[in-house]
């Protein structure tokens, strides 16, 4: 029974415009159309056209419609919805549910159990959820906005089928605004050009959309606002980025194929969005390093040096000005000459080293400090290359019964055209000394 009270307090928009139908949730319809077979459905329209919901782990951005999504499944499926919030229970909350559930079952009726922010839950409290899954007491629907593969236990991954819902695109968000307006009864006082300037604030979250839209219908209908009174008007929503979580290997990941891709746009715009994120510089500036060895290399030994002096230059000015030390870098790592040759020649050595096990050097290259060693023959036969006539001794430098390996591939980019040059000279000489021996 609701209170005087409760009567006069207005629902939020959010809340009245929540969809009552499938059909009413919008940028989802990978999951939700309907194809003119079953078989192109989309996946959560299959299930339901089979009559049969199996356990779902949804992960998406925040305000895509997860929760929405689960809660119409529940009745469409007439199943008990039972939501809790991973942030606020434990394992005595999970408890009742379970013991409800065991409850509609004997009752003929399933349970749903809907957990928000699952990967919250750590890996113990996961694994409770097993049994229940398992013998069908709820089907269980998580909801997560970080990636399942790395925040879920793999046997409760192995028990749920990932549905990846999508940030809601301009389209979606459009849609949003005018069921809106048609609740409120009058369209927004927004210019054209402010107009998609909301939908970008959103930044495909519908939840903070319809918060932005309830704020603005609060204003007069005259005059229209543009877009910088629309932002005096309302706070832009910082962008989505958790520099703990997936977003921040993402971001970095995308900075760096940028990079590799010489695409010097694409890898500004991702630097960009990290710092407006909040993330560290430090940890941009190692990657820059890294990136410089292994996606560079010696076709611009210099990349090395742009990246390391970037990352002190940052140090000695801080933020802001110090990022512009990054940008140069960026912009010089993009355009710079790209090998890997140094990667694959570190990694094909590390492998050989492993399948040789202990072999010794030859004997002719170790020092002999001591008597004994040089009666072992330490040291005896050592050519000291610059006593030759040439400064080149040609001698083997390999284990004696190993066959001479080539890891180094240099390719014909930057400065590895030369590179290749001084190795085949070398080779030359090694094998004109081979054959004078003979």
Known sequence: MSTLFENQVQRPLADRLRPAVLDEVVGQDHLLSSGATPATDGALRRMLSLGM?????????????????ARLLADHTDMVFEPLSAVFSGVADLRKVFDRAKLNRQAGRGTLLFIDEIHR??????D????????????????????????LNAALLSRCQVLVLNRLDDKAL??????????????????TDAR???RAMADGDGRYLLNLVEILCQFPQEPALDVTEL???????RPLYDKSQDGHYNLISALHKSLRGSDTDAALYWFERMVLGGEDIHFIARRLVRFSVEDIGLADPNA????MSAWQAYDRLG???????????????ATAPKSNAAYKAEKTAKKVAKETGSLDPPKHILNAPTGLMKDLGYGDGYEYDHNTEDGFSGQNYFPENMRRARFFEPGDRGFEREIAKRIAYWEQRRMDRQESKK
């Not at 839950?121 to 996961?126: G, H, L, T």
């Not at 459009?174 to 210019?191: D, K, N, Q, W, Y």
């Not at 932002?231 to 929503?237: E, F, M």
């Open 231 to 237: 932002t005096q008007a309302v706070h832009k929503r």
């Open 174 to 191: 459009e849609s949003m605004i005018l069921r809106a307006e048609v609740e409120v009864g009058h369209e927004l006082p927004l210019t």
């Open 128 to 151: 409770g959820f097993l049994p229940y899954v398992e013998d069908g007491t709820v089907v269980l629907v998580g909801a997560t906005t970080e990636n399942p593969s790395f925040e």
């Open 304 to 307: 090395l040096n742009q990246a």
């Open 121 to 126: 839950f750590n890996r113990s409290q996961q």
């Open 319 to 333: 933020s802001p000005e110090g990022e512009l030390a990054i940008v140069q870098c960026i912009i010089y790592l």
């Open 196 to 198: 998609g300037a909301l």
């Open 53 to 69: 919901i199996s356990s779902l782990i949804l992960w998406g951005p925040p305000g895509t419609g997860k929760t929405t999504i």
